[in-house]
């Protein structure tokens, strides 16, 4: 069975310090791993897309890089609006459809 | 502002009854998916349509329904409710169809949900 894994569960940093979400993946055919940011109560936000191991995307604050098991995500200097939780998909070969398959998130807060 | 619309914002009803939400996407996208999301199960796939045309299931109960309509807008029934059916649900839609070099493109924009309430 495909399943996505995010650790930690909930963060908590003070504004500059520098931190690392995970995500981990056992699935077969990966068609894509997404990164999606939620604020509470609304729907997720797209951030990025990786396809393939080795690959790096950046967005300010934010890089996000993926190996052939994992993804991580990399907050550099955050500040209290980085706040939310961040959640990691992949979209899979599952009975000949690609499926989405959502991690729990990790819920990150960040103290001025 | 995604450009994904849904209706209604929130939703209160009772035990065994039925109601519908509507999700129309982002203009110039052909594909809509339907999500689930509880506190206890997280955000969970339901089912995809692209084009009119159910495209892939997920974890839906057969109490629910979706279709897609000519104008691309959606609905998801949902039938002889239960108490744990109370969630968050989310539309979100795709181009799907764009792809480079054999990769996907189909990023998925999400509307900004249905609270949906079964007392």
């Known amino acids: 069975e495909d399943q996505v894994t995010q650790s930690p569960e909930a963060l908590r940093l003070q504004e500059g310090e520098s931190s690392s979400l995970n995500c981990s993946y056992t699935v077969s055919g990966l068609r894509g791993l997404f990164w999606y940011r939620q604020d509470p109560g609304k729907g997720p936000e797209f951030l990025f897309t990786?396809?393939?191991a080795g690959e790096e995307k950046e967005k300010e604050r934010l890089k996000a890089t993926l190996t052939k098991k994992e993804s991580f995500l990399h907050i550099t200097a955050p500040k209290p609006e980085d706040s939310a939780t961040y959640l990691c998909a992949v979209q899979a070969l599952s009975g000949g459809s690609y499926i989405p398959t959502f991690g729990r998130g990790t819920s990150l807060i960040v103290h001025p | 502002d995604s450009g994904v619309t849904q209706t209604p914002k929130h939703l209160i009803t009772a035990t065994g009854q039925r109601v519908t939400l509507r999700c129309s996407p982002r203009?110039?996208?052909?594909?809509v998916y339907w999500y689930q999301q509880s506190l206890d199960q997280g955000l969970q796939f339901l089912i995809q349509y692209y084009n009119g045309e159910e495209r892939a299931k997920g974890n839906i109960l057969e109490r629910f329904s979706a279709q897609q309509f000519p104008d691309l807008h959606s609905e998801l029934n949902l039938s002889s409710l239960e108490l744990g059916d109370s969630a968050l649900y989310f539309c979100a839609s795709s181009v799907e169809g764009g792809t480079s070099g054999g990769l996907s493109t189909d990023t998925q924009y999400f509307g900004p949900g249905t609270r949906l309430t079964v007392l």
């Open positions: 990786l396809y393939s």
């Open positions: 203009s110039g996208d052909l594909s």
